[in-house]
């Protein structure tokens, strides 16, 4: 069963540049890993502060290894210093 994670970062209007280099970086090295169907950095269209990942795992396993990954725990702690607010996570399940 695929999952579906959703990862909304508001991003500080001073940070952007900061964040999107080091989302970058996460991409190019998570597309690599085995698992991985999607994963892409998406700015909302209308509020440009708004940073969204939305990734495609084939199942729990995948992510579990993703956030145990070299890449995921050097970059990850890094981008804290660019939200303007708490990340908002969702996992979701395909149904259908």
């Known amino acids: 069963m695929t999952i579906k994670v959703v990862a909304k970062h508001y991003v500080k209007p001073e940070k952007v540049e900061d964040y999107i280099g080091l989302s970058k970086e996460l991409v ?4 690599k890993e085995e698992g991985c169907i999607e994963y892409g950095l998406y700015r909302d269209s209308e ?10 795992w084939e199942d729990n396993k995948c992510l579990e290894r ?8 050097e970059i ?18 395909k149904m259908v």
């Open 66 to 73: 993703h956030f145990n990954s070299k890449h995921f725990k």
């Open 76 to 93: 990850v702690p890094l981008m804290a210093d660019c939200f303007e607010k708490e990340v908002e996570i969702n996992v979701y399940n």
């Open 28 to 31: 190019k090295e998570t597309l």
């Open 47 to 56: 509020n440009l502060l708004i940073l969204t990942m939305i990734e495609e």
